[in-house]
């Protein structure tokens, strides 16, 4: 997998790229990052790229031809447009599984904007979809491209050891993750719960199964709704009828 980023900082994303998971990933060839600075690309001995929107209004608007360029210089080399991801609070909210499907592809570009937005025109042009990771705003595109590439990285093959690393995980079975717990067996007076010092696994399973039900019905609502029916009878399954057995006459 290709990430081409365009950025007006990419000093940004050399911590985060290039370190732990993600680090590892590209040292083995299964990631590759392309920063692209749109600065590069302004046109004037001051590196401006920004102005003033028509219209009027306050702040500042991202000029459509350097963004342009600036893409254009990052797919030079591509084989076919990739997927164009602008991240904006306009955007659909980012799931796991817009995650699980991004993942099956094999480039993508993030343009990450700043100051009150960019040119609508460049946005028209190149951008295939826009992504939101939240109901808030934040100064630039950075940080929530770096969330949304590691939710991605993280599905592909060879990224993490194995796929366990992932599947128990929140919000990729539709349900929150359950409790985990390691040494010392007793921390401030708080016990591991027994059954986990069990051994046995088919309890164990059904315990940390019973605990993601819990989890996401009190922290989760509207997650636990979309399955109501079946969680509820997981937690709460119908007494088994005895049979009775009859008389000798």
Same mark, same amino acid.
């Given at each position: ?30 990631? /590759? ?38 893409? /254009? ?15 904006? +609070?306009?955007?659909? +909210? ?9 993942? /099956? ?111 996401? /019905? ?32």
């Amino acid at each position: 997998m290709t990430f081409h980023i365009l950025t007006l900082f990419p000093e940004m994303f050399s911590g985060t790229l290039h370190s732990s998971m993600l680090g590892r990933a590209e040292e083995k060839g299964i990631l /590759k990052f392309n920063i692209v600075d749109i600065r590069d690309f302004s046109g004037n001995k001051h590196n401006r790229v920004d102005d003033s929107p028509y219209g009027g209004g306050r702040g500042m608007v991202m000029q459509a031809p350097p963004v342009y360029d600036a893409y /254009k210089s990052a797919t030079k080399n591509s084989a076919s447009k990739p997927h164009t991801i602008h991240m904006s +609070p306009k955007g659909k +909210p980012f799931t796991q599984k817009r995650a699980i499907e991004l993942s /099956k592809m094999d480039e993508i570009l993030i343009l990450c904007g700043h100051y009150e937005g960019i040119d609508q025109r460049v946005i028209d042009e190149i951008v295939d979809e826009e992504i939101s990771i939240g109901d808030f705003v934040l100064t630039g595109g950075e940080i929530p491209a770096m969330a949304v590439i590691d939710a991605i990285s993280r599905m592909i093959d060879g990224v993490l050891s194995n796929e366990e690393s992932f599947t128990d995980e929140s919000h990729f079975s539709g349900l929150l993750e359950y409790p985990h717990y390691t040494r010392p067996p007793v921390f401030m007076g708080r016990e591991v719960p027994d059954v986990l010092l069990s051994g046995d696994h088919a309890k164990i399973d059904a315990w940390r199964r019973k605990q993601s039900l819990l989890l996401t /019905k009190e922290k989760r609502p509207d997650m636990y709704a979309l399955n109501e029916a079946e969680y509820e009878l997981e937690l709460n399954p119908p007494p088994k009828k005895s049979r009775r057995k009859k008389k000798s006459q």
